[in-house]
């Protein structure tokens, strides 16, 4: 059994006995999984390629319902609800849980309608109300000052890192309650990625934020709680300081002290 | 002596490569040559002139431009939407199971030898035509729905490869912000391969404006400018298959040639502007 920290925190997200199996494969990718995370704080998801972290990441917004075929059981409790059945409204769940991907995704649009995208898809069509979220996204992304002359612009003449920015930006301006990072640096320079990661830190007074990745560091840096999984299974959940320095699992101390991976 | 094979290879290569080029050279020499007598004694009368009249040798080629034109735009017409429409459902709404069966099957169609689409609009279209719309069914109208059969399995399965490209980290941002598969297509997947798009649409339309086949069996050959879709009509192409055995004299052999002279002039401006301008973007990427 996993070694679960005690959250003292309201919950944003609760995981029970979540399992998920692709369509193509005979294996479940995640086991009888078992996890809280709290609101209003940083929740980090660690472990080796194919253990498992981007495939949960990924069930909290119902994602993997864009391809058939893959299946789950368990619970994913969500504001009293669990959101895995079939009667789940998957547009708003996915209003309330926004997702930041590998790669800078700007849309092929400006960059005022890359930020004003998500506000449109609910309805939005007052021009002073989107022109003032709008605004208010870019400078909670921190991007503001960078595109406010060029927002008619397309944004894919705008930097790797301007790119998520935006991307962040885009993602908040519809206000969700949890945002999903799945490893939101890989593609980024040192630089953009410490932007990056100042701003997540910044975010986590008002969404809740659930954050793969493959750099150990990262976790550290900007994480209050972190998660270890290993071949589909949570191993251990500790407050990220305790963890890094007295992983309770033989697992976890292997894995953090680079014994494999 | 490797590096002898070598030498040897890159010569033979580049002969062949310059050689295409002299053949297109060597084809639009002709053309032109041929076309002197006729450009001598019309000018540019030629490409306003409506009378066909060899008898009289008189020569206008605008009956046969205006036919291209008019069947051509019929074609895009019915064909862009439908192939959109066949576009989306096999890259985004179709089953696995049905993806790759219907696609193939709709690449197989782009295979069919355009003959066989004017023997099949002969026998089984132009009495459809004629008892719906009037007429004697062989008409520009007939001539504009088989080319549009005609173009469509090329620009559906072209255009659905264009949307194929549009990765799925993109449309799965989309999603992510609340969006619906329909959102998705018309905000994300169209925006981002429209230049593959509308690139396959001007292939296709250099495609129907050059067509012979196809059409010389439904379109009537008759050199008269009408609105009325149901009469026939004729188009270079199908003026060119018609006439060329009738050639008597050497104005009206030299007026054909004229006629194949613009068309390849069109054809090339076509296809240039399609390769060069929206098709070139999806080939760096």
Redesign the interface.
Known sequence: MATIVTITEEKALEVKDFEFTYASADAPSIKKLTMPVAKNSITALIGPSGCGKTTLLRSF?R?HD?Y?GNQYSGEIIFKGRNILTAKEDL??L??QI??I???P?A???SIFDNVA??MR??GIKNKTELQGRVEKALQDAALWNEVKDRLKHDANGLSGGQQQRL?IA??VA?EPEVLLFDEPTSALDPISTAGIEELIVELKNRVSIIIVTHNMQQAARVSDYTGFMYLGELIELGLTEEMFVTPKEKLTEEYITGKFG | MSILIDKLFSYATKFVAIAVLLLVAWIFTILFQNSIDSIEAFGFDFLTETKWAPNLEKFGALPAIYGSVVSTFLAMVLAVPLAIGVAIFLSELAPAKLKSPVGVSIELLAAIPSVIYGMWGLFYFVPIVRDIFGGIGISMLTAGIVLSIMILPFMAAVTRDAMNTTPDILKESAYALGGTKWDVIKDIIIPYAKAGIIGSFILALGRAIGETMAVTFVMGNVHKISFDLTEPATSIPVTLANEFTEADTSLYYSSLFELSLFLLVISFTIISIAKFYFLRRQRAA
Do not use: D
Request: net charge positive; proline share 4%.
């Open positions: 917004n994602m864009l058939s547009i708003s996915r209003i926004g997702m991907f590998q790669k995704t849309f092929p649009m995208y998500g898809l609910q991307c885009r993602a519809v």
